[in-house]
């Protein structure tokens, strides 16, 4: 096994201030799109937040991938308790969806705290584990599930508020036991997610260069249709685009966002041509669009075999001590 590298004072104090930014704007993000739960739901989900990072600081200030992964679960969790609350728990009482919310958390904090030395060794890991053992961690995923469905097979929402409060309190108690009893598999899965994101992130560095030229010729594509549309329009005698009301003319706005609407092929439907050559000019951006697509995908391509040549060069170099002919 190889030796464990950790990060400096200093460069560990960061980078937890960057996973504390991470987390607290996605738990402010998601707090806002749930505000419609309550008034007191959005600051439950913030200080649960809080709370979640303060705590695995204090227990593992070497886990930096474990924060990040308990930030990303955590938003998870938020919108899947409100959509599981909204559907079979419609009427249940205010007072009763914090502490069923943060249930499951206390739960897992407390377990976390309790077995905190057996934990540490995982929260610290900086690898991703073999994918075969996904399968048993993600038996604990599997039960949860299988709580929820059984709450959407029994008929909760028809109970009155007072036993749909206590139907979801119970649910969540549930799961909150499932969670404690399985804490060593949810820390796995957490930092398994976090390392997984922290590679996306490297990969995608090395395409800031094709997709920086990409999104420049998307640009260059909107615009230069866009002022197409509108000079076709400002010249023609009638109107060469329907509107929701009938036929209208384009500011170069509305031009724009036919363009770009276009070019994706999302095709909104407020906006339509009504002229043969319209309809034959937007036709030409669609296969420009295409074209545009097969360019990028290349561009991506090269650059992943352009680094893979070059790790295979500077490991040819690291072996032999001698750079390869040519260089």
Same mark, same amino acid.
């Not at 060469?240 to 999302?266: C, E, K, M, Q, W």
């Given at each position: 096994?190889?030796?464990?590298?950790?990060?400096?004072?200093?460069?560990?104090?960061?980078?937890?201030?960057?996973?504390?930014?991470?987390?607290?704007?996605?738990?402010?993000?998601?707090?806002?799109?749930?505000?419609?739960?309550?008034?007191?739901?959005?600051?439950?989900?913030?200080?649960?937040?809080?709370?979640?990072?303060?705590?695995?600081?204090?227990?593992?200030? !070497?886990?930096? /991938?474990?924060?990040?992964?308990? &930030? #990303?679960? %955590?938003?998870? $969790? @938020?919108? +899947?308790? =409100?959509?599981?609350?909204?559907?079979?728990?419609?009427?249940?009482?205010?007072?009763?969806?914090?502490?069923?919310?943060?249930?499951?958390?206390?739960?897992?904090?407390?377990?976390?705290?309790?077995?905190?030395?057996?934990?540490?060794?995982?929260?610290?890991?900086?690898?991703?584990?073999?994918?075969?053992?996904?399968?048993?961690?993600?038996?604990?995923?599997?039960?949860?599930?299988?709580?929820?469905?059984?709450?959407?097979?029994?008929?909760?929402?028809?109970?009155?508020?007072?036993?749909?409060?206590?139907?979801?309190?119970?649910?969540?108690?549930?799961?909150?036991?499932?969670?404690?009893?399985?804490?060593?598999?949810?820390?796995?899965?957490?930092?398994?997610?976090?390392?997984?994101?922290?590679?996306?992130?490297? !990969?995608?560095? /090395?395409?800031?260069?094709?997709? &920086? #030229?990409? %999104?420049?010729? $998307? @640009?260059? +594509?909107? =615009?230069?249709?866009?002022?197409?549309?509108?000079?076709?329009?400002?010249?023609?005698?009638?109107?060469?685009?329907?509107?929701?009301?009938?036929?209208?003319?384009?500011?170069?706005?509305?031009?724009?966002?036919?363009?770009?609407?276009?070019?994706?092929?999302?095709?909104?439907?407020?906006?339509?041509?009504?002229?043969?050559?319209?309809?034959?000019?937007?036709?030409?951006?669609?296969?420009?669009?295409?074209?545009?697509?097969?360019?990028?995908?290349?561009?991506?391509?090269?650059?992943?075999?352009?680094?893979?040549?070059?790790?295979?060069?500077?490991?040819?170099?690291?072996?032999?001590?001698?750079?390869?002919?040519?260089?």
């Amino acid at each position: 096994m190889s030796a464990r590298r950790h990060r400096p004072a200093g460069a560990q104090l960061r980078a937890w201030l960057r996973a504390v930014g991470f987390t607290l704007v996605l738990s402010f993000i998601v707090a806002w799109g749930v505000g419609d739960e309550g008034r007191m739901f959005p600051f439950v989900v913030i200080g649960a937040a809080a709370l979640g990072l303060g705590v695995l600081y204090w227990l593992f200030p !070497r886990g930096l /991938h474990f924060a990040f992964g308990t &930030a #990303a679960g %955590l938003a998870i $969790y @938020a919108s +899947l308790f =409100v959509v599981l609350g909204r559907a079979q728990f419609p009427e249940a009482p205010g007072w009763s969806r914090p502490p069923a919310f943060l249930l499951p958390v206390l739960a897992f904090l407390a377990m976390a705290w309790w077995r905190r030395h057996a934990l540490e060794r995982i929260a610290e890991r900086e690898t991703v584990r073999e994918l075969d053992e996904l399968s048993h961690t993600g038996t604990w995923l599997l039960l949860s599930a299988a709580i929820g469905i059984l709450c959407f097979a029994l008929p909760i929402n028809r109970l009155a508020p007072l036993g749909q409060g206590l139907a979801l309190l119970a649910a969540m108690a549930s799961i909150a036991l499932l969670v404690a009893l399985s804490v060593r598999d949810v820390v796995r899965l957490l930092v398994d997610v976090s390392v997984i994101m922290e590679e996306i992130g490297n !990969r995608t560095r /090395h395409l800031l260069v094709p997709a &920086a #030229a990409f %999104l420049l010729m $998307y @640009a260059l +594509l909107v =615009v230069g249709f866009a002022s197409a549309y509108r000079i076709a329009d400002a010249l023609s005698l009638h109107p060469l685009f329907h509107g929701p009301n009938g036929p209208i003319r384009i500011s170069y706005s509305d031009s724009l966002h036919f363009s770009v609407a276009t070019l994706s092929t999302v095709g909104y439907g407020d906006i339509q041509p009504r002229d043969d050559g319209v309809r034959v000019l937007a036709s030409l951006e669609v296969v420009a669009g295409q074209l545009l697509l097969l360019f990028g995908v290349a561009e991506i391509l090269r650059a992943r075999r352009t680094r893979r040549e070059d790790a295979a060069s500077l490991d040819r170099t690291d072996r032999t001590g001698h750079s390869p002919p040519g260089e």
